[in-house]
């Protein structure tokens, strides 16, 4: 079975500094891996997403993660965080083998963003 | 493109009532995936559907059930309400319905059981 772990419940940053969330994952097979976004009383927005072509993924609004296969993560950065970052990001894996579409969420990391 | 439309946005209920959620998905895509968002538990999946059949199903009780027009268009029902099946349901669909594929997210339905 596959999951994912990340790793800070909850982080602040303040405006202008990088962002860090860690996210780590478990899969018996070589994964996609996503993240996506979620503003307050919204839906879900994808960020970026990792499917064995270059291990650095870029993003939009500036966000980018790298995959790294030796230590099972894929943590997400910004090198400026921006007030409009404040909201949650789940680290998402997909499992490949499913015959469809089937996503495994990890608990979600609500950022602070303090100006 | 208009993006993933699900309805309604809100909607109360009361225990033991039953509910039906409808979802859009995005013009031409075929796999629609159901999730449950909860505080506690947080999100998890509950069904996928492709060409009118559901395809992959998560670990939840049989009163919740799904189903897919020619259109591709969704819904999903829930029987027998409990007070823990308040959530945030989201929808979200994409075109072919492989893993690699990107999933698109409706905005949810909020759905309250008193």
């Known amino acids: 079975a596959q999951s994912v772990t990340q790793l800070d419940s909850h982080v602040s940053v303040s405006e202008g500094t990088p962002v860090l969330l860690r996210c780590n994952y478990s899969s018996s097979y070589s994964p996609s891996l996503f993240w996506y976004v979620q503003h307050p009383n919204k839906g879900l927005q994808l960020l970026l997403k990792y499917t064995s072509a270059a291990t650095l993924v870029k993003g939009i609004n500036g966000f980018e993660a790298e995959f790294k296969k030796s230590e099972t993560s894929f943590h997400l950065t910004k090198p400026s965080a921006h007030m409009s970052d404040a909201a949650e990001y789940f680290c998402?894996?997909?499992?490949?083998?499913?015959?469809?579409?089937?996503?495994?969420f990890g608990g979600g990391t609500r950022v602070l963003v303090k100006p | 493109k208009a993006g993933v439309t699900q309805t309604p946005r809100y909607l109360i209920k009361t225990r033991g009532q039953q509910v039906t959620l409808s979802c859009s998905p995005i013009?031409?895509?075929?796999?629609v995936s159901w999730y449950q968002q909860t505080p506690g538990q947080g999100l998890q999946f509950l069904f996928e559907y492709f060409s009118e059949t559901q395809r992959n199903k998560g670990n939840f009780p049989g009163r919740f059930s799904g189903r897919q027009f020619s259109n591709s268009r969704s819904e999903m029902n829930v029987s027998t309400l409990e007070l823990g099946d308040s959530a945030l349901y989201l929808c979200a669909s994409s075109y072919s319905g492989i893993g690699t594929d990107t999933q698109y997210f409706g905005p949810g339905t909020r759905l309250t059981v008193l």
């Open positions: 013009s031409g895509h075929r796999s």
């Open positions: 998402v894996v997909s499992d490949l083998r499913a015959a469809g579409n089937k996503l495994t």
